[in-house]
């Protein structure tokens, strides 16, 4: 967040952090920012050099802009063309899904190594899961998969059931837990496993890598 003025000093003053805005009509933007890069090219854009930096953690931000009257929030928007705006909608429905762990993504975003598998696999027991549901041929109702050319299945699933949205096909997301998973995948030895958030970052897991999820008693 970009603070007008000395954030430590404001702080200690037990003052509140004037943030950086942006107007669109009567429509205010809280103004944020992925890293310092994209601060400096605030800055360079708008000459403002008295003004200081204040991280916080994504979901508290989001808390803190639909507790206000914003509009939604303008994420690096002088790092033209990587910028965009999200409005409030969009926030809302963010936050009433969001696992307040951000277990699966916390993961998916961070360096991989041999053991990362088994560790999403780890968290896929209890975090919040979504499967994409879409009409078939015949009218029925049925769970998307991918399928390989060699023939190999995978049940996509999902962190957030923005992540499907974000695929733009039209599937309904369809809420399921952990054991349900291992349920499915019980039923048909066909499936090879799961793609975890095809949008990207994206992880594909065997039945191997899902032991633990397997494991679960049925529901």
């Given at each position: 967040?970009?603070?007008?003025g000395?954030?430590?000093?404001?702080v200690?003053?037990g003052?509140?952090?004037?943030l950086s805005?942006?107007?669109?009509g009567?429509e205010?933007?809280?103004?944020v920012?992925?890293?310092?890069?994209a601060?400096?090219?605030?800055v360079?854009?708008?000459?403002?050099?008295?003004?200081?930096?204040?991280?916080?953690?994504?979901?508290?931000?989001l808390?803190?802009?639909?507790?206000?009257?914003?509009?939604?929030?303008?994420?690096?928007?002088a790092?033209?063309p990587?910028?965009?705006?999200?409005?409030?909608?969009?926030?809302?429905?963010?936050?009433?899904?969001?696992?307040?762990e951000?277990?699966?993504?916390?993961?998916?975003?961070?360096?991989?190594?041999?053991?990362t598998?088994?560790?999403?696999?780890?968290?896929?027991?209890?975090?919040?899961?979504?499967?994409?549901?879409?009409?078939?041929?015949?009218?029925d109702?049925?769970?998307?998969?991918?399928?390989?050319?060699?023939g190999?299945?995978?049940?996509?699933v999902?962190?957030?059931?923005?992540?499907?949205i974000?695929?733009?096909?039209g599937?309904?997301?369809?809420?399921?837990?952990g054991?349900q998973l291992?349920?499915?995948?019980r039923?048909?030895?066909?499936?090879?496993?799961?793609?975890?958030d095809?949008?990207?970052?994206?992880?594909?897991?065997?039945?191997t890598?899902?032991?633990?999820?397997?494991?679960?008693?049925?529901?």
């Amino acid at each position: 967040l970009r603070v007008k003025g000395d954030a430590r000093a404001l702080v200690d003053a037990g003052k509140e952090l004037p943030l950086s805005i942006a107007t669109r009509g009567d429509e205010r933007f809280a103004l944020v920012f992925s890293g310092g890069e994209a601060l400096r090219d605030a800055v360079n854009a708008d000459g403002d050099t008295d003004t200081s930096a204040v991280s916080k953690p994504a979901i508290e931000v989001l808390n803190e802009v639909l507790t206000d009257d914003f509009a939604g929030i303008a994420i690096d928007h002088a790092s033209t063309p990587h910028s965009a705006i999200l409005p409030r909608q969009l926030l809302e429905r963010a936050l009433v899904d969001l696992d307040p762990e951000l277990a699966v993504k916390t993961l998916l975003l961070g360096a991989r190594d041999a053991a990362t598998p088994a560790a999403v696999a780890g968290v896929l027991v209890s975090a919040p899961l979504w499967l994409a549901a879409r009409t078939t041929e015949s009218g029925d109702m049925g769970i998307a998969e991918v399928h390989t050319e060699d023939g190999t299945r995978y049940i996509e699933v999902f962190s957030h059931p923005l992540e499907l949205i974000a695929l733009g096909r039209g599937d309904e997301p369809v809420q399921i837990t952990g054991p349900q998973l291992g349920a499915a995948l019980r039923s048909d030895d066909g499936i090879t496993g799961v793609i975890v958030d095809p949008a990207g970052p994206w992880i594909s897991l065997t039945r191997t890598d899902l032991a633990p999820v397997l494991a679960l008693d049925a529901p």
